[in-house]
């Protein structure tokens, strides 16, 4: 007997075990040791070996130690048995209780012969006792008895074809087409026994059975769900007429829903698998059988993109063959027009997008299957080129991914090395998922993380040094590749037809180019290509970093709503900055940045505009995307003043940083997701910076134009409406008022003129054309409206509001925010109005009627002809006016002895009213829930319509769009409209008690 060590040097983990178990094996020990030791786990191998000799002498003794020696006598057996029991514990165990069967590894042929499907197909019809040359075949065997032979039978073929995946390296897509032929036996066999279970009825109908997804493609694992689809019909009676539908209804059920069980009930002799149907029509929720007609039916008006892409692999296999055979041709043609449907990408993205939401956390980065660079990322971009482009191509028309991938690359439509590696990838992956599948036979797809089991995976696949350091490099490597392949299959093939560059590889047609851009959700292809000619035609460096980058920005685009606006706008920032050395490099280098650019490009038409005007501003998306604080901005604006030489150039200076600043705030909401009520003061705060810094010119313009030493007055810009409120969006006016005192010893109608001309320039000086956003300065809630004067004292105020005003102004008065110019000056004016917005007594019933009476008035006349009030932004039932008056009524009534409710802002009073015991609790979050998802949206319709709006988009991309930028996945625009009206209409409930009372 050798030493342990001799046995751990050969591959055993336990060497003091392997010694003694070899030792059991007697004179088969020796020439047995080198197969064991070259399986994936030796240690379990011998001991499987040792278990089936055992169970073997158990039913006859003396039968372990003839099988030992005949085993060790053959090296083909040898091999074929051992590498069985060190990869698979599930076979290992048929094994055991069923020793004969390892005779069936006897077979000289298995290292080279597939078996014929039919073969297949009659030794399991032949297993249950049916006939396999009659049209039903009827299983002939005891119920209990046919359904634990099926098992047997099915494990006998299963080992079969393991010994020969293990031992002679099958080929990935003939194991799968194998293991797809004994499900499709398995499936007939377990049709005859369900026949002999539902009895004389069965005769009465015609029923086919189609499988999908895997099975159907003829690339099933080696445990995994067997997708099917029933068809069924009345059978041709013996008198010439046809079965009762009705009854042939009853029947198709019944054998379906037989069928089903006998595959995956448990027995003493285990399972098989689930029989799953719900890719039928309508799903769970669907009639398990249809006719024919019904299936044509559905298909053709109420089918979503989503199972057209699943009937790609549709193949009658058991039952009625040329039902089966119907079935193809009323689906075939509907499958490749699918790529025509409305919608086509958005719905194969959000399906793929669901399956990855979906992944457990715990999983995502283990993952074969679902997880970013696994199997259904190569799938995915295979079925959906199949879609686009097999709908003039024929030979497209795989059912298996490697094979269709084979005809894509032989099409031109996937260049031949991606094409190899993609293959090389896509059978890496799936051997590795048959491997860990095989070794419990359980249906998982989940890399394990156990030293033990990457060890005897890694040697599984003929890896023995450092099994499992070798198996992740190998694993992580594979995914790269899948990754980035995935983005070339689509985009880069169309560079190469654009741009009509030289090389040997297949390039596609600018059809076939077009073709894919609308299938990926470009609207307009033509303008498509154009736009990438235009970036990538030329032999200079800067049309070779475009030819890098465009294959990942195009796939980006895509994802976004508005691809072909994406792509446009990259178009004309490349064209500005295309010469400035940092741009394309940037983004080249930068990932992130470019991820950024294209998502903000295919999103927003307001921060597209923005980037145009100031397309250095891409370089602000690698910076933090928190807005500015006023104090900040406003130092920047002062420090470019001061170079400036004139006062148009310096208010052009000031815009363009808050041009800048709106852009930062923009993408914040746009990227990072900014919160409603940060994006409401970053605006408000860059409000603020932008008239103080327009204030000092102006001053400063009309102190010089009237040479004046010092001016002769004192002025403040107050803030009001949502302004004041901090709670401005983007296309908010800005709502002020303007207040002036004079100094010491002026006469007061020269500090009013010059008050006047200030106010004036700095309206004249924001107004002036230029390439930003205007920045609107609305006076007109000034006393007197727009009657009064443009700038009054304070003292004006005073007399004004203690003679002639109304309960309005004083309501208007709650969001006054006094923001720039003299901070004297607006400190006095935030003392004279304090008592008037906040009395100590709070208003009168009358004046609340009044109030109230004004709402009603408003909600009236105001609303825009043709608005939907179910969805206008402002004055819907339960958007901002129902919510801002309740809190503003609230404060007016109980601010004087609330002190929490004396700020201009509504969330914050909204919470003290919650917290003074004026509000339940629940319906101050209600109210605020309301309040911050209508003004989410008011900023969202802004930033994809690239204009302001108060009511929610018609249009159904905008619409997408919207709720792309809320955060919805793609295909959710219907359920962001539900949220929205559940929402306000329970904020319409909540202002009916508390407003309106």
């Known amino acids: 007997m050798s030493s342990p060590g001799t046995y751990v040097r050969l591959g055993f983990v336990d060497g003091a075990a392997a010694a003694r178990g070899i030792e059991r094996l007697g004179a088969a020990g020796k020439p047995l040791t080198d197969k064991l030791a070259a399986t994936a786990d030796p240690d379990a191998a011998l001991d499987g070996l040792l278990r089936v000799a055992d169970a073997l002498d158990e039913a006859d003794e003396g039968a372990g130690a003839a099988m030992l020696a005949e085993v060790a ?177 009853r029947a198709g059920t019944q054998l379906a829903s037989h069928l089903m069980r006998i595959c995956s009930d448990h027995t003493r002799e285990g399972t098989i698998w689930p029989v799953d149907a719900n890719l039928r029509p309508e799903g769970s929720q669907g009639p398990l059988v249809r006719t024919l007609a019904s299936h044509r039916g559905y298909y053709e008006k109420w089918a979503k993109t989503w199972e057209f892409q699943a009937l790609l692999k549709a193949r009658p296999v058991a039952g009625d063959v040329a039902l089966g055979q119907a079935y193809l041709e009323v689906i075939e043609p509907l499958v490749w027009r699918a790529a025509e449907r409305d919608g086509f990408v958005t719905e194969v993205q959000a399906m793929r997008r669901r399956v990855v939401d979906h992944i457990p956390a715990h999983e995502a980065e283990r993952q074969l299957k679902l997880g970013s660079g696994g199997l259904r990322d190569v799938e995915f971009a295979v079925q959906l080129l199949q879609l686009v482009h097999g709908r003039a191509d024929p030979s497209l028309r795989e059912g298996a991914t490697l094979s269709a991938l084979t005809r894509l690359t032989e099409g031109g439509y996937v260049g031949r090395e991606d094409g190899e590696r993609l293959h090389e990838a896509y059978s890496f992956l799936r051997t590795l998922e048959h491997r860990i599948q095989l070794h419990q036979l359980r249906r998982t797809h989940v890399l394990p993380d156990d030293e033990a089991s990457l060890r005897r995976l890694g040697r599984s696949l003929g890896l023995f040094s450092e099994p499992a350091v070798q198996l992740d490099k190998l694993w992580r490597y594979h995914r790269r590749e899948v990754r980035r392949l995935h983005e070339k299959l689509f985009y880069r093939p169309l560079l190469g037809a654009v741009a009509k560059l030289p090389g040997t590889e297949a390039r596609l047609s600018l059809e076939a180019a077009g073709a894919r851009l609308s299938a990926l959700g470009y609207a307009d292809p033509r303008a498509a290509l154009r736009h990438l000619e235009a970036l990538t035609s030329g032999v200079s460096r800067t049309s070779d970093i475009q030819r890098t980058l465009l294959p990942v920005l195009l796939e980006w685009f895509a994802d976004s709503p508005d691809p072909d606006a994406g792509l446009f706008g990259f178009r004309r920032i490349s064209e500005s900055l295309g010469r400035s050395p940092w741009y394309l490099t940037m983004l080249r280098d930068e990932g992130e940045v470019a991820q950024r650019l294209a998502h903000l490009l295919g999103t927003s038409r307001y921060a597209t505009d923005l980037l145009e005007r100031e397309p250095q501003g891409v370089k602000m998306l690698e910076e933090s995307l928190e807005p500015l604080s006023a104090e900040a901005a406003l130092t920047e604006m002062r420090a470019l003043v001061e170079r400036a030489g004139s006062a148009e150039a310096a208010v052009g200076a000031v815009r363009a940083v808050r041009r800048r600043e709106l852009l930062r705030i923009a993408s914040g909401e746009l990227l990072a997701g900014t919160d409603v009520a940060v994006v409401g003061r970053g605006l408000s705060r860059l409000t603020d910076a932008t008239l103080q810094a327009t204030l000092d010119i102006a001053t400063e313009s009309v102190r010089r134009q009237r040479g004046l030493e010092a001016a002769p007055t004192r002025i403040a810009v107050v803030a009001m409406g949502r302004y004041g409120g901090f709670e401005l969006s983007y296309g908010s006016d800005a709502d002020v008022m303007f207040v002036h005192e004079p100094v010491a010893d002026v006469e007061a109608q020269v500090a009013t003129s010059f008050a006047q001309a200030v106010v004036s320039e700095l309206r004249r000086l924001l107004s002036l054309p230029a390439s930003d956003p205007p920045l609107e300065v609305d006076a007109d809630l000034r006393p007197e409206g727009r009657n009064g004067p443009m700038v009054r004292t304070v003292e004006s105020y005073a007399a004004y509001y203690a003679k002639w005003s109304h309960v309005w102004e004083f309501q208007a008065l709650l969001r006054a925010d006094p923001v720039a110019g003299d901070e004297g000056l607006r400190r006095r004016f935030t003392e004279l109005i304090d008592p008037l917005r906040f009395p100590a007594e709070g208003i009168s019933e009358a004046d609340v009627v009044e109030v109230r009476r004004i709402k009603a008035r408003v909600d009236d006349e105001r609303l825009p002809r043709g608005a939907d009030r179910q969805t206008h932004l402002k004055l819907g039932r339960g958007g901002l006016a129902d919510v801002e008056w309740t809190v503003q009524l609230l404060q007016m009534r109980h601010a004087g002895t609330v002190e929490g409710l004396r700020t201009p802002q509504t969330l914050p009073a909204l919470a003290a009213a919650a917290e003074a015991g004026l509000v339940a609790e629940e319906d101050a979050g209600t109210l605020a829930e309301a309040w911050r998802l209508v003004s989410r949206v008011r900023n969202a319709v802004t930033l994809v319509r690239g204009k302001p709006s108060d009511q929610l988009p018609r249009d159904a991309r905008e619409r997408a769009a919207v709720a792309r930028v809320l955060g919805y996945p793609p295909g959710s625009s219907d359920e962001m409209v539900n949220d929205y009206l559940r929402a306000t209409r329970r904020a319409h409930a909540v202002v009916e008690r508390i407003f309106w009372e």
């Open 73 to 249: 006598d053959d090296e083909g057996t040898a091999m074929r048995l051992c590498c069985v029991l060190g990869a698979s514990a599930a076979l290992t165990q048929h094994l055991v209780r069923h020793p004969g069967h390892w005779r069936e590894l006897t077979d000289p042929t298995l290292g080279t012969t597939r078996p014929a499907a039919y073969a297949v197909r009659e030794a399991m019809l032949a297993a249950v006792g049916a006939d396999p040359r009659a049209t039903e075949p009827v299983a002939a065997l005891p119920d209990a008895e046919a359904v634990d032979v099926l098992r047997v039978e099915y494990r006998r073929v299963l080992l079969r074809l393991a010994s020969r995946d293990l031992a002679h390296h099958v080929g990935i897509d003939d194991a799968a087409a194998e293991i797809s032929d004994l499900a499709a036996a398995t499936l007939e066999a377990a049709l005859a026994v369900a026949r002999a279970r539902v009895g004389e009825t069965a005769h009465d109908v015609r029923l086919a059975v189609v499988a999908m997804g895997k099975c159907g493609g003829h690339e099933l694992n080696y445990i995994s769900d067997v997708d099917v689809v029933f068809v069924h019909e009345p059978a041709e009676l013996g008198t010439g007429e046809r079965a009762d539908e009705g009854v042939a209804l």
